[in-house]
């Protein structure tokens, strides 16, 4: 139990569907984070919500879209995806402050056929 | 542009010490993680540095040379279930992380 759980573990869907990856974390923490590991990159940045905002957007596609309804809840809502968005989709949060860690969940394996 | 270089995979022995070294070049310096990432889980949180020396955690330690860009952590008392990735990332000046792509470490009996 890492205290950020994610739903669901394994998700394949085709290229006209719609789907949503789910994040909750149970640790009191005022910033969650989507994202995208893929094999021998280094992870990459999608998305940062601080007190519910979103912060960043690293010039993410537009298939991918997030929602944060409150602190300790984050989606991710795909649509129209294209197979070289296979990954591991992690969610993580953390406590504001530059030397706290995060804390992630054991993410989302996502094949796109 | 910011680059964390670490090798891509390393080989050790149960019992023996290992140690994965992390290069770094980025737009300022607010302080270096190590995490740890065992196949299909989640990364944990192993060590933070942000002054330079060394930080000691049980059988694992991290070190950290500002000047020189370069961290290591250190895993003593090798075993097998320390078969992982180890992964690497540094906050920037605008308190971005960055993040190496990783390093597979093998344990073999």
């Known amino acids: 139990e890492t205290g950020v759980t994610q739903t669901p573990r394994h998700l394949v869907m085709g290229m006209t569907n719609k789907k949503s990856l789910k994040c909750e974390q149970h640790?009191?923490?005022?910033?969650m984070y989507w994202y995208k590991q893929s094999a021998k990159k280094p992870l990459e940045l999608m998305f940062v919500?601080?007190?519910?905002?979103?912060?960043e957007n690293n010039s993410v596609p537009s298939r991918f879209s997030p929602e944060c309804p409150n602190s300790s809840h984050l989606f991710l809502h795909l649509h129209t995806l294209q197979p070289e968005d296979s990954a591991l989709y992690l969610c993580?949060?953390?406590?504001?402050?530059?030397?706290?860690?995060?804390?992630f969940g054991n993410g989302t394996r996502l094949t796109v056929t | 542009g910011q680059n964390i270089d670490q090798p891509t995979e390393m080989t050790a022995t149960e019992g023996a010490i290992v140690q994965i070294n992390c290069t770094y070049q980025?737009?300022?310096?607010?302080?270096l993680f190590w995490y740890q990432q065992h196949a299909g889980e989640a990364p944990t949180f192993l060590s933070y540095?942000?002054l330079d020396g060394l930080e000691e955690k049980g059988r694992f330690s991290s070190f950290l040379s500002r000047s020189k860009g370069y961290s290591y952590l250190l895993l003593k008392e090798l075993q097998m279930k320390d078969s992982a990735s180890y992964l690497c990332?540094?906050?920037?000046?605008?308190?971005?992380?960055?993040w190496g792509a990783g390093t597979k470490l093998i344990i073999k009996p």
């Open positions: 993580a949060s953390s406590r504001n402050g530059e030397n706290s860690p995060l804390h």
């Open positions: 640790l009191g923490h005022n910033a």
């Open positions: 919500y601080s007190l519910e905002e979103r912060v």
């Open positions: 980025t737009s300022g310096f607010n302080g």
């Open positions: 540095n942000v």
């Open positions: 990332a540094v906050r920037d000046s605008n308190y971005q992380l960055i």
